[in-house]
């Protein structure tokens, strides 16, 4: 049985604008706000597995992401 790869299976999502419900419980996204914070910690999520890692965000910078989004 082939193990699924979770990042690349993610951005595949995202790069064929999949349906978020389908990359996360639906029961999650009952409020237009839960959407937005969802999609908004997938994008940090995604920087934070970028192949290279000078692309990636500082932890610093991850942190005050996460704070904005949830605040």
């Given at each position: 049985m082939e193990?699924?790869d979770l990042?690349?299976?993610?951005?595949?999502?995202f790069?064929?604008?999949?349906?978020?419900?389908?990359?996360?419980d639906p029961?999650m996204l009952?409020?237009v706000?839960?959407?937005?914070?969802?999609l908004?910690?997938?994008?940090?999520?995604l920087q934070?597995?970028?192949?290279d890692?000078?692309?990636r965000?500082?932890m610093?910078t991850v942190?005050?992401?996460?704070?904005k989004i949830?605040?």
């Amino acid at each position: 049985m082939e193990v699924p790869d979770l990042v690349r299976w993610v951005r595949k999502g995202f790069e064929q604008e999949s349906p978020l419900s389908e990359m996360v419980d639906p029961s999650m996204l009952h409020e237009v706000q839960a959407k937005k914070e969802v999609l908004a910690v997938f994008h940090v999520a995604l920087q934070c597995t970028e192949g290279d890692p000078e692309i990636r965000p500082r932890m610093k910078t991850v942190s005050e992401n996460l704070e904005k989004i949830g605040s």
